[in-house]
């Protein structure tokens, strides 16, 4: 049976160790194709599912009514055949889908605009970039660029650090609900739930996730207790070989240093198996581009939508 044939399930916390299979060998350095991520990505508004026939695997994602125009499907992985443009093309069509998002540059660049344009519209996603680094950069925080950084986390060490009062270690499911707790005290200040359909809302379901699954599907976390209560956390899985991704960074903004602290000690501890740390993109978000800019990337990972052309048949 062809893989279109089959019919899409939702992708939840127990296909984790079946579908690994496909992510561990894959080579895109976009955040999207972080299998712990597509699986604690999934909220009321949006949830990805699947199918496989065991050398391929196909991931979509499904939408709330309201948001349909965004139903979309991402590259597919395979252990065994190459996905061109029109086998894409196909794919979509059969599923019932229109574009694909989250396409790495370096897919256009093998394939050829000419060639994908054959069959699809190409836009590049310029608020889905993805931020990475160095994760010896990160870590040491050496050179004047980073001189700043340093000072605070100074300040951070000499008030707590050598007072004793900071606990740092990976977080455990037994730390889920203290974690949790924490983060809706940091949702209280930024007012993460005013709406319920923003990112933030989504953000923090996502979190959520992470936290009450940690240890089941692959992801690292380090947490932050200053006087005994929890006051920041970071977590993070990996991407591939050379990279990891830190896909939640939550700390107390009234602590001075504690943010740039948390930083360094996660890129420190659960980054240091790998050369890059991704810290996916700004979402077009101001505040957070000059943040993530301040670290220095060395590179931006770009993403691009493909659209399927209405005026073609195959």
């Not at 394939?111 to 344009?117: A, L, P, T």
Request: hydrophobic share 35%; glycine share 4%.
């Amino acid at each position: 049976m062809k893989i279109t044939q089959m019919n899409p399930k939702p992708l939840v916390v127990s296909d984790y160790q079946n579908l690994k299979t496909f992510f561990d060998p894959q080579p895109h350095d976009l955040c999207t194709y972080s299998l712990p991520s597509v699986i604690v990505w999934s909220t009321h508004l949006f949830w990805p599912n699947y199918v496989t026939d065991g050398s391929s695997l196909v991931i979509s994602y499904e939408y709330a009514s309201k948001f349909a125009d965004k139903r979309h499907m991402i590259l597919p992985l395979s252990l065994d055949r190459e996905f061109t443009p029109e086998k894409l093309f196909n794919i979509a069509g059969e599923l019932g889908f229109s574009q694909f998002k989250s396409i790495p540059e370096e897919y256009i660049d093998k394939h050829g605009r000419e060639q994908i344009e054959k069959f699809f519209k190409i836009e590049e996603q310029t608020r889905m970039e993805d931020y990475v680094y160095l994760t010896e950069d990160l870590a040491d925080l050496k050179g004047n660029r980073y001189s700043k950084k340093r000072n605070l986390i100074n300040q951070f060490i000499k008030e707590y650090v050598n007072k004793n009062r900071i606990e740092t270690r990976l977080i455990t499911r037994t730390d889920s609900a203290e974690c949790i707790d924490f983060l809706e005290k940091w949702c209280i200040e930024r007012d993460c739930d005013s709406d319920p359909d923003e990112d933030l809302a989504c953000e923090k379901q996502a979190a959520i996730n992470s936290l009450e699954n940690i240890e089941s599907i692959g992801m690292k976390g380090l947490l932050i207790k200053i006087d005994g209560k929890i006051s920041a956390f970071g977590i993070g899985s990996r991407i591939n070989d050379n990279m990891g991704a830190l896909h939640f960074e939550k700390a107390f903004p009234n602590i001075k240093g504690l943010y740039q602290f948390l930083d360094r000690e996660c890129a420190r501890t659960l980054f240091s198996e790998f050369k890059y740390i991704n810290k996916e993109s700004d979402m077009g978000m101001p505040g957070l581009a000059k943040a993530k800019q301040s670290y220095y990337p060395v590179m931006m990972v770009k993403s691009f939508g493909l659209k399927i052309r209405q005026d073609i048949t195959i």
